[in-house]
């Protein structure tokens, strides 16, 4: 293992193609041992990015440091990447295809055989061993690619919208493997536009917009600190108590009654003033916002478009 801190760490990164900023001026700090997603629209930057941390690309301006150094050879075997563009040697058998792909970042022979056996039975693919991948179908390819990913067990994993095309079933599978890497102690870079995706896996995340870094937090910390006061309630008895100073409109979503809080607001009060009511109180949360709706408020609508946010959150969310 490297002494450095930060498996990743970038500073000052700008790309240009043709006259486009591509990543404009971009900071990043990975911690070891963390899931830290790299989010925003497609077209924001962050396969860009990911091409430089890889040493594919290099930048017109600033630093990228792989491991505590320039992303030179060594420390790409240390990774695991698995890029948005997936491909196969399509006559390979599959076996054979990851037992070459392990042998190149250095695990012997029989002992990639016998990992790649082993992967293919959990995934799932035990019987198609011996089949040419241009037998499988793209969910099996997307499996296999992610094997060769984790087969040579990388300090880093580098995933690139991993589970694109995948079934909900596969997906969480996947997402269970990536979190088993996270407990050993591998530090894994997640990249995707789909924000409920971050939400299940990071544990911080980056949210970049336009080839700029728009917000860089703890996800817990960004939620508590982006919470509006919007307070969700489920009740049995009168609703007279729901009126009061605190609250400024109640609104009716799809899980129920939702209480706008006046800035300032304590919603202890309201509570107390339902319990002197005596009404049988269900449900009274505090309502962190999602990614989603963090993403449109910093980054403004244009960019909530590019990022697949429902046409019904647009119409409400602020820039």
């Known amino acids: 293992m490297h002494s450095n801190g930060h498996a990743l760490r970038l500073r000052g990164v700008t790309k240009r193609f043709a006259g486009h900023t591509a990543v404009d001026h971009f900071d990043l700090e990975v911690p070891r041992g963390v899931i830290y997603g790299l989010l925003g629209p497609n077209g924001s930057g962050k396969t860009t990015t990911i091409r430089m941390i890889m040493g594919i690309l290099h930048p017109d301006e600033g630093q990228v440091e792989l491991l505590g150094a320039e992303p030179e050879q060594t420390r790409r075997e240390g990774v695991g990447y698995l890029p948005e563009e997936r491909g196969l040697y399509r006559r390979m058998k599959v076996l054979e295809l990851l037992v070459f792909l392990a042998e190149i970042r250095g695990v012997r022979r029989s002992e990639a055989r016998r990992r790649a056996s082993e992967w293919l039975e ?170 989603h709706e963090i993403f449109v408020r910093h980054a403004g609508t244009d960019a909530a478009v590019d990022a697949g946010v429902p046409e019904a959150f647009r119409a409400g969310g602020g820039a």
Not at 123 to 130: N, T, V
Not at 215 to 240: C, H, I, N, S, W
């Open 122 to 291: 959990r995934l799932g693919l035990g019987e198609w061993a011996d089949k040419k991948t241009d037998e499988l179908s793209k969910g099996m390819h997307q499996k296999v690619q992610f094997i060769s990913t984790v087969l040579h067990d990388p300090e880093v994993l580098i995933l690139d919208e991993p589970f694109s095309g995948l079934d909900p079933i596969n997906q969480d599978v996947l997402e269970g493997i990536v979190r088993e890497f996270r407990a050993r102690g591998t530090t894994v870079l997640f990249s995707t536009h789909l924000m409920h995706q971050a939400e299940q896996l990071c544990e911080r995340v980056c949210l970049i917009s336009r080839a700029r870094k728009v917000l860089d937090a703890e996800l817990k910390e960004l939620k508590a600190r982006e919470r509006k006061g919007d307070v969700a309630v489920e009740f049995e008895g009168p609703d007279d108590w729901l009126k009061g100073p605190e609250v400024e409109r109640i609104e009716e979503r799809d899980d129920g009654l939702h209480l706008v809080l006046r800035p300032g607001a304590d919603p202890q009060a309201i509570l107390r003033r339902g319990v002197e009511a005596g009404v049988r109180i269900l449900r009274f949360d505090l309502v962190e916002p999602t990614l």
